[in-house]
Every structure is written in C-alpha cells, then in structure tokens.
C-alpha cells in the first residue's frame, strides 16, 4: 500500500510512532515519536444525517494530552451550526490538534524547553500481565469495542467523536450501563439507502426499516451473552412512540398492531427509540441502549480488519446480491462481504430466516477476526478498525461520546467468543395467511425464551454460572416447596389482577375450576397496585396449599410470599397475577434450560453456510 492511501505525510507511519508490548498487551509511544502530521478535518453529517464517506486517509494517532470535545454535528443538511464542527464554543477559535499545539507551543517546543527530558527518561519496567485487554463485543456496528484498551492510546477524542451520530430517543434509552443488572443493547441494521455506492441496496427513497436486529443481553455478572435476532416479517405490535423533532419537541407516533416489526424503524416518523420500545413491549425486556447502521457498516469494518473468513457446502452465484464464491472458505470484504450477507436466495429455503442464520454466522467469524492476533497486535489495522466502527455508527446519547463506548466496552471485557451465544427469535408461519409471507412468536418456545432473557438465565454451556444457577434453584426450593401437598380441591385461593391483561383474574378463576379441581377459589378483581411479577401471599399453615397451586401455575420458588400470621380456616390465599403472566395454563416460571431445536450457535464455532 503507498503511502497516500495510508495517510502518511512524506515517510512517516501512523503506525510507526507507538510500540506493542507483548508482555502487557498494551501500545505505547515511542520515547522519540515521528513528526506529526496536520489533523485531519472533522468529518461531516450527510445531507441525510448519516454518515459522510470517508476521506480514504487514516488520520495521525493523537498525542498525550486529549482535547476539548466538540460540540455534537448538526443533522438536517449538514451545514455546521455556529461553533459547531471546528471544536471552538464560539465558532471563532481555532479546534482539535492545530488548536493544542497553537496554544501550547507545539509538543516539539515542550521538549525542547524541558531540556529534551522527556526522550531521555526511562520508564519503570511494567509489571507483567497475562490477560489482554481486549474489549469484547458482538460484530456488525459493535466492531470499535473489540479493539480493547491497546486501541484506547489512538483515541483521538476530537475526531473520533465527530464520527459518531447520535440520536435523543427520550427515556427510551435508559440504564443498564454501569449497573450492577443485566444490560440490553438493540443492534439495528437499517437499510435506508445513505452512504457512497449504496444506492443499488434497499428501497428508493425510503426512510429505512429495521432490516436486520439483534438483541445484545449481557449478563449480570458479564461473563457471557446472547445474540437474539428478530425476524423483520415478525407480526407484533409497536406501541406508540415519542420522538423528538429538530425544533427541540416531541412528537407522538401512534402505535399500530399486527403489523410487521421492521416498520418499526423509518415509517411514520419512527426513530431507534420506537424499535426499542417494539422490542420492549414484546420480550417485557428493558432495553437500555441502541446501536444503529447502515450498509456501509459491514464493508468499511471487514475491510478494515483484512476481510471475514466465510464458509460454504457448496459454491453459489447469486444473480440477486450478485454474490460468487467456491465451496469451502473464503474471505469477503467489503461489497462481497455486503453481498454474503444480504444474499436470500441462494441458503437454505431462500427465506429470511435461513439468512438469519447465515448472518449470525458471519458475525460469529467477525468476532474471532476481531480478537485474533493479526487484528490486535497491527497498529494499522486498529486504526483503521476505529476509524470504521465509529463512522458506522449511530447511538443513543447515553452512549454517543468515544469515552463512554470505551467504558461500556471495558464493562465487557471478560465475555470471551465461546459464551456468546446466537439464537433466532422461535417463530411460527401466520397462521391467518394462506400464502406464508409472515410469521408470529412461537406460542411456546418464544415464552420460555423471553422469560430466560428476564431472569439472566445463560444460554452458553458455562459451568459456573449453571452450577450457581442449580445451587440457587435448589435451595430456594427445599426453602419453599418440599414438603406435603395439599389437593387441589382443598385450595382456596383468591385471584388479583395487577398484570396487563384485562380479564386475566376471571380466566385463570376458569381455568383452575373447570380444569385443575380447584373450585374454593374466587375472582378478587384488580389488584391495588400493578405488579411486575406474580405473587402468591399465604400463612404458614397455607404451605401445603401454596405448593399445590404453585405446581399448578407453575409459579417460581420466588413467588411465593409466607406471612407470619396462619390465616383463618375460612381465609383465601391471594394470588396476585403480575405482568410475567401471560395466559392461564402457562407456566410462569422460566425453564432452567433452553428449549430444544432454537438453532442456537456459539461465536466460537466456525459453520459452512448451507
């Protein structure tokens, strides 16, 4: 590669002023580092307010001091605001590097004023260390996260946040990072037709949809993840949706029901905080934060890292995505990468949710490239790796400033490939539709799925975390549900409503009198409060009843609540129905395991396309 396309100026690397340490797994400036070269322009919003093509330059790795952050890039036309995009409040200082060195008399005239002591002093031999700091993300737009703390020395604070697009979804976006919780993040890929050479791709002159999603849960304890992808021809629900407007106000889109998930993003006026609030509603999951792209997401990261390994049964050529590779392994970058994983009709049945599968294979194999040697041990590469991530993406401000990706991806950095694990939402086709177009959650495993999801149960085969899980289980139910069993017909049971869904307390009253022999039970009506889970309240001489009916409900060992007082012999129990409660019949507890056939693969495991 010459030296333009690399950004030099006259000889001089990037990549050649910082040093890895193989003992640390850190880099770090040359005691003597090479003249520095201007700072590149920050880079503008498109008239579209994505984001503008890069320049094809890789800008000069920063020095030691960080500078004043700018202020956030205009959206609408992309004509900087007054003060914004040059770093200076008042539109009239001079910003970034120029600024810095302007003011402080540059770092060659530091030097040189210290008596040069800053070249000629020799650190301390660092302590050595064996884990490489190397945060940990999913693929895709999360690509910046994977380069760790060895990259975090080129974060050059002004220019890299000038990458970066965010949106104010409101209080859509809250939580999660920097808790002690499980943390949720929506992955979104878009297919609105924004970027240089995109225009073959996706629907003219459409806002966009929510073409391509991934739910990010990360464990509590965040030594692992799971990768759930939602169907775009998913029929659901999308409530309605605040969104703020470039005056500053807020505007209400109106909900809609039965429709599919992808015009949950782009139509109507939707923004990532509705496709949020979509995902919300419909795992009962909060989700914390989102992270959006567009096409040239997946061609600037691959190629940034030297191309994906892929794997195929058998050779395609794809007349559609104009996709042509062998049977066996190749690399993709770029469009060919863009290609991979659009194609449909070439895997599987040609549907959607074969490419499901294909993508989150792409994504597994991403990952390794992203941890592997050859990505953290090239300066270039983490470079460029940076520079691609952060042009791709568009966040929520929650998360919109380099340091924060950075201290959200340090909270990550102890999941390793093989406790991440890629599953599809469990669907079924419609069954209103005599031409199968659309699909619905599985009525089933889409519950128990859900409720995995809301209890941080790992879908990984980690030891750990499953022994604890059993240990857990089984103290709580020794604790609360050994012991005799009352008959069904001896329960007496008062049923409360404090869920969402009006009628439940008459239909599960139904339910367990025509169907489960519990005929002393008695429909209380609402409850006082609403609950976000079920309760079942009782005095001690209840127990052997309470063990009855919660094997009935199939309530977890949690939900039940002993008093300290025995109840009359006439008095009921109260079973109080929370927003857990789905229909009666339906266990309530989540499964200790996953159901069986979800498809689910490991980020480890290297699998053909098929």
Known sequence: MDAQSRGRAGDIDPADQWVFDPETGDYKLRPTAPAARPSPSPRRSSPTGGPAPSAGRRPAPPHSEVPRQRRRRP???????EGAGNGAEDGEKPAGRAAARQAAGGRAAARQAAGGRAASRRKARPKKSTKKKVLLWTGGVTAFLVTGTAVAAYLAYEHFNANIDTVDVGDAAEGGFGSDGPLNILLIGTDKRTGEGNKGYGDNDSPGHADTTFLFHVSADRTNATVMSIPRDLITDIPDCPTRQEDGTTEVVPGQQDVRFNISLGQAGRDPGCTMRTVGELTGLDIHHFMMADFNAVKTLTTAVGGVPVCLEKPVDDPKSHLKLPAGESVVEGEQALA????????GNSGDLDRIKVQQQFLSSMIRQFKSNDTLTDPGKLWDLAEAATKALTVDTGIGTIKKLSALGGELSGIKTKNISFLTLPVVDNPTEKIKATVIPDPTKAPQVFAMLREDISFTEVEKKEKAAKDRAKKEQEALLKGERAAASDVRVEILNGGKIAGAAQTTLTWLQNTQSVLKSSNGGNAPEQLDRTTLEYGPGQADQARRLADIMGLPASA??????????????????????????????????????LGNVEADEKICAK
Do not use: W
């Open 340 to 347: 991979f994983v659009r194609t449909r009709n070439s895997f």
């Open 560 to 597: 039940l609540k002993p008093g300290a007082e025995d109840a009359g012999p006439m008095e009921p129990m109260v079973l109080t129905l929370g927003a857990d409660f789905k229909e009666a019949g339906v266990p309530i507890a989540a499964p200790a395991k996953a159901p069986e056939n």
């Open 75 to 81: 959206e609408g036309d992309g004509t900087p605001k």
